[in-house]
C-alpha cells in the first residue's frame, strides 16, 4: 500500500494534474521503498508477532512505537507455549519497543534477564507508526521531485567506464543531504546508503 496519495499528494506537488506514462507512480514506488529501508519504519501500526531471543535484559520487538492499550502477550514457546508471561513480570518501554524484566517468577535465568534460548519469546503485540510523520512525507515528495526532474536537464556529470551518473544536489549515495538529514531524525540518527 503506498505510502502518499498520487492525485491528493504527489501530483499536486510536482504541479501535475495527471500520470499519463506511470513514471510518477514508478518513482514513487522507489522512493518510499528507500524511506522505508532508510528509516527501519513500515508507518503501519498493525498487530504483529515475533519470535525473539532470550538471554538479554530486554526483549525488543522491531516495529515500536508499542500501542499499551492494545493486548500483549509474551509466551516461553520452549518452555510452554500455552503458558503466556504475567504482564506484571514486565515493564513496557513503547517508544522503544522494549520488555524489560520486574519480577523472578521461575521463567527467568536470574533477576535482570529473560532466560536464553533461541526463538525463545513469541511476543505478540500492536505495534509500529500509525500513518507518514510530516517530516518523511515531505522528505518524500522532495525525492519524488528531484528523481522526477532527473528526467529533464540537470544532469551535471557522466562517466561510462564503470557507469556513474550524477545529478546536481546529489550525494552519491542515493539520497540527497538535506533529505538524508531530514529523514535521520526518523531512523534514529542511523545512516545508510543505497
Known sequence: ??????????????????????????IQAGVE?????????????TAREE??????KFL???????D???TMTITDVLADPDVVVDSGDYDVYP???HFYLVDTSGIFDFVGKW????RKFKVEYTGGVDGVPDDVKLAMLMLIKDRHARQMPGLVGTKLGDYEIKYANDTGAGLPEEIREM??????GKVMTF
Not at 519470535?51 to 538479554?56: N, P, Q, R, V
Not at 529523514?183 to 534514529?188: E, F, I, N, P, Y
Open 1 to 26: 500500500m503506498p505510502l502518499l496519495n498520487l492525485s491528493d499528494d504527489v501530483l499536486p506537488y510536482l504541479g501535475l494534474s495527471a500520470d499519463t506514462d506511470g513514471v510518477v507512480a514508478d
Open 33 to 45: 521503498a528507500q524511506v522505508v529501508a532508510f528509516t527501519t519504519r513500515d508507518y503501519v501500526s
Open 51 to 56: 519470535y525473539i531471543d532470550g538471554g538479554t
Open 60 to 66: 525488543a520487538v522491531r516495529f515500536p512505537p508499542v
Open 68 to 70: 499499551t492499550g492494545e
Open 95 to 97: 517508544e522503544r519497543g
Open 115 to 118: 532466560s536464553s534460548g533461541r
Open 183 to 188: 529523514l535521520g531524525a526518523s531512523s534514529g
